[in-house]
């Protein structure tokens, strides 16, 4: 799914997002089978085929002369993988790709369970140049002592609060302080589940950065 700037209007990166027809199910939702392969194990031959898979076309993209970055989920799973640094490092030369080109969107969740490990494994991936961004911010539980501490350069307000933000005034609160907390952090801001031009005004008079949602494209095809 394409990022933009909200200033310029142009498009500055892509989430990867997991697709998986069934040959009877049809398609399944990752959010129904993305759980079942963390609990299975399956997730870390699975996120890794998504990482190389991603890198690729990016390089891909690049080489039509296309400057974007690849975000990338990450899970808890593949987050403590004890060589996930090597691993990630290995895809990215395979791909030939400098490594802030590629983004990883780790979830509170995988960021705030034992934030000390967390704190070292992003010391080590931010060391390795690539970026880190916080994902559904504002949905979980977050110190805010500790993302002070974490290498990312990014948080992503979740499309819950996005959804209702021209129609109630706590989503619109939420959205307008957890910008100006991020900004004042340093940090950059997109606002994931933009649907209508109403609320990308809204997002753009708060001075978010980048947005991505159906309003501007759903997930596609690479080709498309
Ligand atoms: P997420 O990371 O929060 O991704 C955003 C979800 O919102 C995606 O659902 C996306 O298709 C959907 N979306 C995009 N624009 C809009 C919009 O304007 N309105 C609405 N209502 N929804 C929009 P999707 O693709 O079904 O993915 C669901 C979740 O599955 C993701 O949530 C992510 O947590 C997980 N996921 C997807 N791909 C991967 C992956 O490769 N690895 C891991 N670990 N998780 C993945
Ligand atoms: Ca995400
Ligand atoms: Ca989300």
Redesign the pocket.
């Known amino acids: 799914?394409p990022k933009v700037d909200v200033r310029s209007g142009r498009m500055v990166g892509a989430?990867?997002?997991?697709?998986w027809k069934h040959p009877e199910l049809g398609q399944v939702?990752?959010?129904e089978f993305?759980p079942v392969?963390?609990s299975s194990g399956m997730?870390l031959p699975?996120?890794e085929w998504?990482l190389r898979t991603?890198t690729r076309q990016l390089q891909e993209w690049m080489q039509a002369g296309y400057g974007l970055t690849m975000a990338?989920?990450?899970?808890l799973v593949?987050f403590r993988q004890a060589d996930l640094v090597q691993r990630i490092g290995a895809i990215l030369d395979e791909a030939d790709l400098p490594a802030h080109y590629l983004e990883l969107?780790l979830?509170e969740g995988v960021a705030m369970t034992d934030p000390e490990g967390a704190i070292a494994i992003m010391d080590k991936l931010h060391q390795r140049g690539i970026l880190l961004s916080i994902?559904?911010f504002g949905t979980g539980y977050s110190s805010l002592s500790y993302l002070k501490r974490f290498k990312v350069y990014k948080v992503?307000i979740?499309?819950t609060f996005?959804?209702d933000i021209t129609t109630d005034p706590d989503d619109e609160a939420i959205t307008a302080t957890v910008i100006t907390m991020a900004h004042s952090l340093g940090l950059d801001v997109i606002a994931?589940?933009?649907?209508t031009p109403e609320q990308l005004d809204y997002l753009r008079e708060q001075k978010c950065d980048e947005v991505?949602?159906?309003?501007i494209s759903?997930?596609l095809d690479p080709e498309r």
């Open positions: 799914q989430e990867a997002l997991l697709r939702s990752p959010a993305i392969a963390e997730i699975i996120g998504v991603a990338v989920n990450l899970s593949q969107e979830t994902d559904d992503k979740d499309q996005v959804r994931e589940g933009v649907e991505q949602g159906n309003l759903p997930p």
